[in-house]
């Protein structure tokens, strides 16, 4: 149980486009989609929390009209990197959990990822 | 704030050897979770082990296994017997305010 699926699993973009990426859960009902930044050889980073219904928290240093993210229901998140650059190129991992927003402790549970290659 | 310190960046081992990839964390909570994730080169996270700060027992799962030292806020990973699908890029993790804190990894490569 706990599937996590991202489409597309990689995308090649040229500069000025925008890409759209989901999530879904696949077998559970997500209280909390995470979308995170991995550049090469570099730890992940998180972007963005949203929650269903709600407007997306931005961690600082994210711009917000260039990652727009909807989270249209418990089971579908989306990133849509608008007027791409190459400097966007990263792997995009989304995550969902199913527990609470409790500080203490909770599962996240990580899609495969999406590899965008900005030319 | 939480933060979490993997100082080994890269680790090459012969495989059959054992090896302990170390995670420093610090944090202000008094209850928390410890996790470790796998990222082998295809990119996607697998999930090895989350653990409760209450429980500071050895956790033993086949070749893997984690020491969790409250005393010295470290949570370390040991691989016996390294085989070569054990390459990959292993990740510390600790919950903060809204999502995981991830450490910065450490590459362990394991030659045949």
């Known amino acids: 149980g706990a599937v996590v699926s991202q489409h597309p699993s990689w995308v090649i973009c040229k500069s000025g486009t925008s890409v759209k990426i989901e999530c879904r859960s696949l077998?559970?009902?997500?209280?909390?989609m995470f979308w995170y930044r991995q550049f090469p050889k570099q730890s992940l980073m998180l972007m963005a929390t949203?929650?269903?219904?709600?407007?997306?928290?931005?961690e600082q240093g994210v711009e917000k009209d260039k990652f727009l993210i909807n989270h249209a229901s418990l089971t579908l998140s989306t990133l849509t990197v608008t007027s791409a650059h190459p400097e966007d190129s990263s792997f995009y991992i989304c995550?969902?959990?199913?527990?609470?927003?409790?500080?203490?402790?909770?599962?996240?549970?990580f899609g495969p990822g999406t590899r965008l290659t900005v030319t | 704030a939480q933060k979490v310190t993997q100082a080994q960046t890269e680790i090459s081992v012969v495989e059959k050897e054992d090896v302990t990839l170390d995670c420093v964390y610090e944090?202000?909570?008094?209850?928390?979770?410890l996790f470790w994730y796998k990222q082998p080169p295809s990119g996607e996270l697998v999930f090895l082990i989350r653990?409760?700060?209450?429980?500071?027992q050895n956790e033993i799962s086949g070749r893997y296994s984690w020491n969790f030292q409250k005393s010295t806020s470290s949570f370390n990973f040991t691989i016996t017997a390294s085989q070569v699908v054990d390459s990959a890029v292993y990740f510390c993790?600790?919950?903060?305010?809204?999502?995981?804190?991830f450490g910065s990894g450490t590459r362990l490569q394991v030659q045949p």
């Open positions: 995550s969902a959990s199913v527990g609470g927003r409790d500080r203490v402790g909770y599962e996240q549970y």
């Open positions: 077998d559970f009902q997500a209280t909390t």
């Open positions: 949203s929650n269903e219904g709600s407007k997306a928290t931005y």
């Open positions: 944090t202000r909570d008094t209850t928390y979770y």
């Open positions: 653990r409760n700060s209450f429980d500071e």
């Open positions: 993790a600790l919950p903060g305010r809204r999502a995981l804190t």
